[in-house]
């Protein structure tokens, strides 16, 4: 099995969960988000220190493999807003590629890691998959190219392709950025004492999904034969950025400043999954909930920064 971008965050969890039970990895990834750490506890596989732009690793990556995980991608709707060529090169682009070596590989299916951001503003929650389409950013609308030249594929070759729409995913691995998702900038900026901001009043929703039930649901989408199509992958469960604050605020024992800031461009005010589809088709039902997901994440986000501030003693 192949997993593009297979030491980033979902990647590396995803490459653990296939080694632990047996099956031979290879990851493409380019280090330039990923982290070799992350696939500490994936004895075994193989890396190729490649991005999924040079069209002869891919084809490397993805010789004798029997599925292929895309996940490789340009992640986020600011960093997409600031740098929109450089996302569509890797959202858009680098999946044709990764598509291309597939066919040319005869790869039996290909699982692509797509977004709820394809939706943008969302009419009606929960979300169907039906849910009208109009992405309000470009990394939206790259993710919804790849999704539908994927898709396009699995049409005209011998090539299954299932498309996972994920909502809010968090879990171990996902290190702070300013353009990532709300809840790593919240625990790190807490637990560094530093204040954190709520852009607009805090009372927009979140669909959180833990990145195990994310890893499992690619599993179990490449298992059924024969089977394409698109599907969204949440938790079917909502909070408030609010909420979400007073949650990890009580998980970290020093007290927070929280302000709030104006409202982001290309941020939609709410958004739940409805997963029923995905459920129907291959099984999935998420196991992990918001609390004991966040009191987890925590516990390694303590140990990533400890772990930081001791590498620099030891380099001082």
Known sequence: MTI???????GSNLARLLRSQGHDVTVIDDLSSGFRENLR??????????????????????????TVFH????????????????????NVIGTL????AARRNGVRKLVYSSSAGIFGELRTVPVAEDHPIAPCSPYGASKLAGEKHALAYAELYDLDVVALRYFNVYGPNQRFDAYGNVIPIFVFQMLRGEPITIFGDGE???????????????????????MSGAFNLG???????????????????????????????????????????????????????IEDGLTGYVEWARREIRRASEAVVEKS
């Open 4 to 10: 593009t971008g297979g030491a980033g965050f979902i």
């Open 71 to 90: 996940l490789a991608a340009s992640v986020g709707n600011k960093r997409s807003i600031d740098h929109p060529i450089l996302d569509s090169e890797i």
């Open 41 to 66: 506890e994936s004895p075994g596989l193989e890396l190729l220190e490649a991005s999924i732009l040079d069209e002869t690793a891919v084809l490397r990556a993805t010789e004798g493999a029997d």
């Open 97 to 100: 590629k990764v598509l291309e």
């Open 204 to 226: 927009q929703t979140r669909d959180f999904i833990h990145v195990a039930d994310v890893a499992r649901a690619n599993l179990q989408a490449a298992e059924v034969d024969g």
């Open 235 to 289: 938790s079917g469960e909502r909070i408030t950025i609010n909420r979400l604050a007073k949650l990890v605020a009580e998980r970290v024992p020093q007290p927070t400043e929280i302000r709030n800031g104006p409202p982001r461009p290309g941020d939609v005010l709410h958004s739940l999954a409805d997963t029923r589809t995905a459920a129907e088709v291959f099984g999935f039902e998420p196991q992990v909930g």
